[in-house]
């Protein structure tokens, strides 16, 4: 089966650094992708990681350790405006084609 | 430079009449899938299409639900003799390449049945 393990909730004051962390268990493994999505609204792209290691867009960064089928995702200088709702989601292969399998997300609430 | 869009983004059906969603895709993708969310949960594949196939539907309910993205035209997302438990967001997704990581999700049509 396939399954992925992100916390429900996460709060943290304007300026701080929060970590969201995702551990995984798929078949098939290309890498791990993270989603922004506010307000039940249209989710959007942040990052992807199909290697192991670090990767730095902006305030956000990406991390990835395919031997321990963990990730996360990293916010600093929060905003206000970070407050959403934060899926990660796995490239998974099998069946007839490679597919997104996403978690069940992480509520963001950032306080002043 | 539209981005992905749905239509209509609020329906309402009483159990048993059928609902039709429809998704067109950013300009130039040629690859949609179409996902369902339920409160507090995250999203479930549904089913990817190209342009006039269906390239897996290995998440559609076997039963009632069925797909189509035709040469010309949005992708449309049928459910028949809708139920309660059908009541959910459907968002669709678009990619430029085909089984992407980057998708493009449009806004979503809330479905109630009453």
């Known amino acids: 089966g396939q399954s992925l393990e992100q916390p429900s909730e996460v709060t943290a004051v304007e300026g701080a650094i929060v970590q969201i962390n995702c551990t995984y268990q798929t078949s098939g493994f290309y890498g791990l992708s993270w989603y922004q999505q506010h307000d039940g609204g249209a989710p959007t792209f942040l990052s992807y990681n199909a290697l192991d290691g670090l990767e730095e867009t902006g305030r956000f960064s990406s991390f990835l350790s395919r031997s321990d089928s963990y990730g996360y995702l990293l916010l600093q200088e929060l905003q206000m405006k970070d407050s959403a709702s934060y899926f990660c989601?796995?490239?998974?292969?099998?069946?007839?084609?490679?597919?997104?399998?996403f978690g069940t997300g992480t509520l963001l609430a950032v306080q002043p | 430079n539209a981005g992905v869009m749905q239509n209509p983004r609020h329906l309402v059906r009483r159990r048993g009449q059928e609902a039709r969603l429809r998704c067109s895709p950013m300009?130039?993708?040629?690859?949609v899938y179409w996902y369902r969310q339920l409160p507090e949960e995250g999203l479930k594949f549904m089913v990817y299409l190209q342009k006039e196939n269906i390239i897996d539907e290995s998440g559609m309910p076997k039963e009632r639900f069925s797909a189509e993205f035709p040469k010309e035209g949005p992708s449309i997302l049928r459910i028949q003799q809708v139920v309660r438990g059908d009541s959910a967001a459907y968002f669709c997704a678009s990619s430029l390449q085909g089984a992407s990581y980057e998708q493009y999700f449009g806004p979503g049509t809330r479905l109630t049945v009453t």
């Open positions: 989601a796995v490239l998974s292969y099998g069946g007839a084609t490679n597919k997104l399998i």
């Open positions: 300009k130039g993708h040629s690859h």
